[in-house]
C-alpha cells in the first residue's frame, strides 16, 4: 500500500469506529485473523481471538456497554516491509480518556490478518 492509500484506509477505520460500524471494521479482516485486546479477556474471557466470528462476537459485547466513543488520530506509522500498520488515537469511550494504539498486520491481499490494541499504552517497538 502506498502511503494515500494507507492514510485512506486509517481515517475510513477510524470513521468506521466512531460510527460503532464494527462491521466495516471487520470488512477488513481476513476469515481467520488473530486479535489480541486486554479488554477482551473481560468481555469473553481469553484476550486472543482466532477469527473473524469470534473478534465478531467480542466486539457485539464490548459495543453493547459503550454508550460514547470517539477516537481522534494522533499518528500512523506503516512498515511496507512487513505489512504492519501502527495506529495511536486519542480516545474517549464512555467519559473516559486515555490513548489507545492498535497495531495491523495485513497480507499480501491487503487483509488485516493480526491486529493487538493496548489502552492507555503503546507496543514498544518491534526489535529488528
Known amino acids: 500500500m502506498t502511503t494515500d492509500e494507507v492514510r485512506a484506509f486509517v481515517e475510513q477505520w477510524i470513521d468506521a469506529w466512531n460510527k460503532?460500524?464494527?462491521?466495516?471494521?471487520?470488512?477488513?479482516?481476513?476469515?481467520?485473523v488473530v486479535f489480541t485486546?486486554?479488554?477482551?479477556?473481560?468481555?469473553?474471557?481469553v484476550s486472543t481471538l482466532h477469527g473473524k466470528a469470534?473478534?465478531?462476537?467480542?466486539?457485539?459485547?464490548a459495543l453493547a456497554h459503550i454508550r460514547s466513543l470517539h477516537f481522534v488520530l494522533d499518528r500512523f506509522t506503516w512498515d511496507p516491509t512487513r505489512r504492519e500498520l501502527a495506529i495511536l488515537y486519542a480516545s474517549e469511550v464512555n467519559g473516559e480518556v486515555k490513548q489507545v494504539s492498535e497495531h495491523?498486520?495485513?497480507?499480501?491481499n491487503g487483509r488485516v490478518t493480526r491486529g493487538e490494541?493496548?489502552?492507555?499504552?503503546?507496543?514498544?517497538?518491534a526489535a529488528g
Open 20 to 32: 460503532r460500524d464494527a462491521e466495516a471494521v471487520l470488512a477488513h479482516f481476513d476469515d481467520n
Open 37 to 45: 485486546s486486554p479488554t477482551a479477556l473481560a468481555v469473553v474471557g
Open 54 to 61: 469470534a473478534v465478531r462476537m467480542y466486539w457485539s459485547g
Open 117 to 125: 490494541v493496548f489502552h492507555g499504552a503503546t507496543r514498544p517497538p
Open 104 to 108: 495491523l498486520q495485513f497480507d499480501t
